[in-house]
């Protein structure tokens, strides 16, 4: 086995429903996607971030690219189970996205 059919393997266990991934619908497709609470705590604690004085509600997860086409663009606007998202931040490799995406109240 390749190191690349390894790294697929793992990718089935973590987006596997019956693991760490639940179905959303992103911009109208329902896919897999891992929504990370714990990250996005740390992400607050450990850089200089004001996201709950600026949005609304934040959201961190993780996708994987084929499943979303790519890197969106930061600001860009992303539908997340009917609520609409600013992408603040999006880093990935070749086989997985995180995305951080920032609400403003109504």
């Known amino acids: 086995m390749t190191f690349k059919e390894m790294l697929n393997d793992d990718l089935k266990v973590f987006f596997n429903l019956a693991e760490f991934a639940e179905i959303h619908r992103i911009d109208g497709t329902e896919m897999a996607i891992i929504i990370d609470e714990d990250a996005l705590e740390e992400l607050k604690k450990t850089h200089d ?14 996708v994987k690219k084929s499943d979303i086409g790519g890197k969106p663009a930061l600001n860009s606007l992303i539908e997340v189970d009917d609520e609409t998202y600013q992408v603040i931040g999006a880093s990935g490799n070749d086989d997985v996205i995180k995305i951080i995406l920032g609400r403003y109240e109504d």
Do not use: N, P, W
Not at 49 to 62: M, P, Q
């Open 49 to 62: 971030t004001d996201y709950d004085g600026i949005y609304k509600s934040v959201l961190l997860f993780y």
